[in-house]
């Protein structure tokens, strides 16, 4: 095998990991979004920026003031806790989809 060979190799394995970390990381945010009408939960999603890149992103105007809070509404950081309430999680996922 080449060095060329390896490379795409592992950089397959690497982006499946990290999509699985990914699509983990949406679901759990999605369950975490406080729910008024559903648009904020239903607008979370991820994307592939590049071969080793994804985005969990909401995509929606008012994520920002939920997430943040108002001078008028105290901050709900629904987004920022559930990424550090997953990290053991999200590590596991991408540990056990680069051994498969």
Same mark, same amino acid.
């Given at each position: 095998m080449t060095i060329n060979e390896l490379k795409k190799k592992l950089e397959a394995k690497i982006s499946n990991a990290l999509e699985e970390v990914?699509?983990? #990381? $949406?679901?759990? &945010? %999605?369950?975490?979004?406080? !729910? +008024?009408? *559903?648009? #904020? %939960? +239903?607008? &979370? +999603?991820y994307e592939q920026e590049s071969?080793?890149?994804f985005q969990v992103m909401a995509g929606t105007d008012h994520c920002v003031y939920v997430?943040? *809070? $108002? !001078?008028?509404?105290p901050p709900n950081p629904f987004f920022r806790r559930t990424m550090s309430d997953e990290q053991d %999680?999200?590590?596991?996922i991408f540990k056990e989809a680069c051994e498969a």
């Amino acid at each position: 095998m080449t060095i060329n060979e390896l490379k795409k190799k592992l950089e397959a394995k690497i982006s499946n990991a990290l999509e699985e970390v990914a699509k983990h #990381l $949406t679901e759990s &945010v %999605r369950a975490a979004a406080p !729910v +008024d009408t *559903g648009e #904020l %939960r +239903d607008s &979370v +999603d991820y994307e592939q920026e590049s071969a080793l890149e994804f985005q969990v992103m909401a995509g929606t105007d008012h994520c920002v003031y939920v997430e943040f *809070g $108002t !001078v008028a509404h105290p901050p709900n950081p629904f987004f920022r806790r559930t990424m550090s309430d997953e990290q053991d %999680r999200m590590s596991q996922i991408f540990k056990e989809a680069c051994e498969a």
